[in-house]
């Protein structure tokens, strides 16, 4: 069984650029989480998906970062525009359901110069 | 103070010698507790999950909770070299892992 993909694995841009990040998670996990896990710090999610609603937003800064998952599979995040402090690991896993394990991707490595 | 507590470490163990990872959490409503295990630039995997007072055990990992005192362990027996990495505590209010809260993490480093 594939696990989570996450592209770019790496990405550089200049402050005030936008930035988009992808996640394909595992066939048949139908709910899809989106964290930021900063240097020496735990994750901390910024949205949870069910399928394609988003159930869990409440810690995403949204006047900066939007997400979506359109047809309940692949999603997108995005941040515009950037800001030095956004530099970070952005981390996608994915579950069969809200109360499975979650496996998550090798995330996207951002850094805002 | 932050929802879960860990302390960051490093944590220095000798090969074969037993590892005790602890967290501290705040909220007593939490149901569900979480162990996961990240390797440095890795992404993080979930080890254990307990929901109950008492121990959980699974192979050399053993998983202890105590509710009255908001406190949940990972105890590691034969600490291999394999197992240097940093364990992150996640605490949940119900049996939904996918609200946990998620500790700083812990690094192991076990030398041979």
């Known amino acids: 069984e594939a696990g989570v993909v996450q592209s770019p694995r790496y990405k550089i841009i200049e402050k005030k650029q936008p930035v988009a990040f992808w996640c394909n998670p595992i066939?048949?996990?139908?709910?899809l989480y989106w964290y930021l896990q900063n240097l020496g710090q735990g994750p901390e999610l910024l949205i949870r998906?069910?399928?394609?609603?988003?159930?869990?937003d409440s810690q995403l800064p949204k006047d900066r970062f939007s997400a979506e998952r359109l047809k309940g599979v692949d999603s997108t995040l995005k941040i515009q525009p950037a800001e030095l402090g956004d530099s970070a690991v952005y981390l996608c896993?994915?579950?069969?359901?809200?109360?499975?394990?979650?496996?998550f991707g090798p995330g996207t490595r951002l850094l805002v110069l | 103070q932050k929802e879960v507590e860990q302390n960051s470490g490093p944590l220095s163990v000798p090969e074969g010698a037993i590892a005790s990872l602890n967290c501290t959490y705040s909220?007593?409503?939490?149901?569900?507790f979480f162990w996961y295990r990240q390797y440095s630039g890795k992404s993080p995997e979930l080890i254990m999950f307990?929901?109950?007072?008492g121990d959980k055990e699974d192979g050399r990992f053993t998983a202890q909770l105590n509710k009255a005192s908001q406190y949940v362990s990972l105890l590691i027996r034969d600490s291999q070299p394999s197992d240097s990495a940093t364990y992150l505590c996640?605490?949940?209010?119900?049996?939904?892992?996918?609200?946990?809260?998620f500790g700083d993490g812990t690094t192991l480093t076990v030398k041979p």
């Open positions: 909220d007593r409503g939490s149901q569900s």
């Open positions: 896993a994915s579950s069969r359901g809200v109360s499975e394990t979650q496996y």
């Open positions: 066939s048949g996990h139908n709910t």
């Open positions: 998906y069910e399928n394609e609603e988003a159930v869990d």
């Open positions: 996640a605490v949940n209010r119900g049996t939904n892992a996918g609200k946990s809260t």
């Open positions: 307990i929901y109950s007072n």
